[in-house]
């Protein structure tokens, strides 16, 4: 059965005196339960975010988005977070991080905790998988030119391709094949008529921008394979974070 959830927008203080807002979400039931740190698609904290961060917590998660944006705004900040995405350094893997030691300070927190990505979060979710994490899940992440450095020490990975997506056309293959070689335990699947974004529960992007993103980009929810891949999120972390 699925926990009720609370979420709450929180903020946590950081040095120098700056603050890194967030969504929190708690299961209503007994814990303490294992965590998890999400990381947001590249459009930030949306009503497709929130949803999904609800949905991770309905199966028994302790769930914190940070808001890579918090500090300095979408505007400033984009640039600089690909850019961190690409180099593995950088602000945005501070954030990350300090979602994470929250979490794991919680009394209601097992002391197991996985990070799920989607989109932009997704690569940044496969740069974390050898960064203390016990279970990872890359939805449509770019991963790194050297993709077997980057999985060196890795945890278990469940990852979800969309095989429209031409942004990342050979992705889930390629990762597959790179952890079948350095013996991590896995789960990719490639969902032959999804694109990227295929999990978000709406369309993805600006409102004004979401006839683009549809029709022309061919970003667009596909309900059948989002069931799917949770069903395999939910069946992997429960594995590897129980």
Known sequence: MPFDVKLTDISISLSGDEELRG?????DGEGPFPAVVMVHEVFGIDESMRSQITRMASAGYLVLMPNLYSRGG????????????????????VDVEAAKQLLLSRPDCTGKIGVVGFCMGGGFALQLVSKGYDAAAVNYGQAAKDLDAQLAGSCPIVASFGGKDMSLKGAGPKLEAALTKAGIP???????????????????????LRPLMNTV???KPRPVEAADAWSRIEAFFGEHLA
């Open 186 to 208: 896995h789960d990719v699947k490639v969902y032959p008529e999804a694109s990227h974004a295929f999990m978000n529960p709406t369309q993805a992007g600006p409102k004004a």
């Open 217 to 219: 980009i061919g970003f």
């Open 23 to 27: 969504v929190l979400a708690v299961p």
């Open 74 to 93: 979408m505007r400033k900040c984009l640039k600089a977070t690909f850019r961190a995405l690409v180099d593995g350094v950088g602000q945005a893997y």
